[in-house]
């Protein structure tokens, strides 16, 4: 029987990549996704005909607590169990500091936080033993975020919880780790303006940013090896380093 992996924010970018990456070691998925359809649709066939481990399609926005619930029967209907839980959607809010909405703060940290936090209180006795849960965390947890406050902070916060949350998972022997990527190209970050893109260029030692693909390494690492827990793995090609 394949192992099964629920993957959040899984048809596109990295989450896309990471979920091709799991059919590849021959595991089983679970892609949620928010509110794309038809992108959705077009990846669960793409990915169904690719791969003969089974792809599984679940809307379930994590913005909403509610979804918590949705992804829990989706489980406990079919029965899964699942190996690893990889936390990949998040949530931004790019207003200006003398702006920001306190409605738009509490849904960034809603889905960067809150969410993960209880749907791994939801799922706990769903994950086996031995499992993985990796999150995805962020260069701009290190680094002060110029542009977003909101995102800055909850992937900070989300850098704290993989330290915290090892000692709530050791009894199973579930380990937590995360993958604090960079500057990756994916569908958001190629629509910014080229000035932009060749400014940040400037700052990476490879000059250039990273495919959703070359994370995927990060990613099966942590969820593969034994006896990786509590860390944070950093992928940014150098970043600052001239």
């Known amino acids: 029987m394949n192992k099964t992996a629920l993957i959040t924010g899984a048809t596109k970018g990295i989450g896309k990549a990471v979920s091709e990456r799991l059919l590849e070691e021959g595991w089983d998925v679970i892609m949620t996704y928010s509110s794309d359809d038809e992108t959705a649709s077009a990846v669960y066939e793409e990915l169904t005909l690719c791969y003969s481990g089974r792809v599984y399609l679940l809307k379930a926005d994590i913005s909403d607590l509610h979804s918590i619930e949705i992804i829990y029967q989706f489980l406990v209907e ?3 169990r699942l190996k690893a839980v990889v936390f990949n959607a998040g ?3 790019r207003s200006d500091f003398q702006t920001i909405d306190q409605e738009n703060w509490y849904k960034v940290f809603n889905a960067n936080v809150h969410f993960p936090v209880f749907l791994l209180q939801k799922l706990y006795a769903n994950i086996e033993e031995q499992g993985s849960i990796v999150f995805t965390g962020s260069l701009m947890a290190i680094h002060p975020h110029s542009v977003s406050l909101a995102y800055g902070v909850t992937k900070a916060s989300v850098h704290a919880l993989v330290k915290n949350l090892v000692k709530f998972f050791a009894e199973k022997q579930v380990r937590v780790n995360a993958v604090a990527p ?5 569908e ?3 629509n910014k303006p080229t000035a932009i893109r060749d400014n940040i260029n400037r700052k990476l ?6 495919t959703p693909q070359e994370l995927t390494d990060a990613y099966w690492f942590l969820i593969n090896n034994a006896y990786m827990n509590g860390e944070i793995i950093v992928c940014d090609g150098g970043y600052s380093f001239k």
């Open 182 to 186: 960079g500057f990756v190209d994916t």
């Open 78 to 80: 079919r029965n899964i």
């Open 91 to 93: 949530l931004t809010d």
């Open 188 to 190: 958001w970050q190629k």
């Open 205 to 210: 030692a490879l000059g250039r940013f990273c």
